[in-house]
């Protein structure tokens, strides 16, 4: 992996550690419809959109809705995992994250973050950490989830560099495929067995070095 010129960072999982949070909330809405959702059913959820969640959740239960009623409990997941992102610190910053994200920029390497949570910037804004980022592509401005790689290629024309020169740092595979998709480098966040198609996989950014890029 040589050349490289951009970082791109996913946020969930990667820069903080949010999933908790979804699945409280995610949870909270399965109970109030009357079945469990369990923390092994929430892995199926990382790195997948609001509105396709709400789906694999109501179907975790046996449960169909209308589209209206399935806006309403969107709605109410996601006022009940903000409670939540409201209360968050900079304290929850993932180990090694800011220090690495800092080091890119100060070797001169573009960054920016491409995540498919809507809340993104107020995630950021709670960590204390949007000054780190030269582009920041969230849901709000991409069409396509992952694994279509639109999120990456759109950060990638904003930071106006070369998708093979660009780099993706993802824990979910749907992220992992959508940055090889979009013809960029993938570095995985978590356990090789299950992100083996990235190029390069370590546990947490605490681990990573720009002599690895
Ligand atoms: C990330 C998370 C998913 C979440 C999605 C949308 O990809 O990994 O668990 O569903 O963002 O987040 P949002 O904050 O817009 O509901
Ligand atoms: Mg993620």
Redesign the pocket.
């Known amino acids: 992996m040589n050349n490289i010129k951009a970082c791109i960072f996913?946020?969930?999982?990667v820069i903080v550690d949010?999933?908790i949070y979804?699945y409280k909330a995610w949870r909270r809405l399965a109970n109030s419809l009357g079945f469990d959702f369990t923390e092994q059913q929430n892995e199926q959820?990382?790195?997948?959109?609001?509105v396709r969640?709400l789906e694999i959740v109501l179907q975790a239960g046996g449960i169909t809705k209308t589209d209206a009623e399935k806006d309403q409990l969107a709605a109410q997941k996601?006022a009940w995992?903000m409670e939540m992102v409201n209360q968050m610190t900079p304290a929850e910053i993932l180990p090694g994250a800011r220090e690495f994200v800092q080091s890119c920029r100060d070797a001169g390497i573009k960054t920016a973050l491409g995540?498919?949570?809507?809340?993104s910037m107020t995630i950021l804004e709670k960590l204390q950490i949007v000054h780190l980022f030269d582009a920041i592509i969230d849901?709000n401005k991409v069409t396509k989830a992952k694994p279509d790689p639109e999120v990456f290629l759109k950060g990638a024309e904003a930071l106006s560099i070369e998708p093979k020169y660009c780099v993706v740092f993802e824990d979910?595979i749907a992220g992992v495929e959508a940055a090889k998709a979009g013809g960029m480098k993938a570095i995985g966040i978590g356990d090789p067995k299950v992100l083996y198609e990235a190029d390069l996989v370590v546990s947490g950014l605490n681990e990573m070095t720009l002599d690895k890029l």
């Open positions: 996913d946020l969930d999982g949010t999933a979804h959820l990382k790195g997948v959109s609001r969640s996601n995992y995540s498919a949570s809507k809340n849901g979910a």
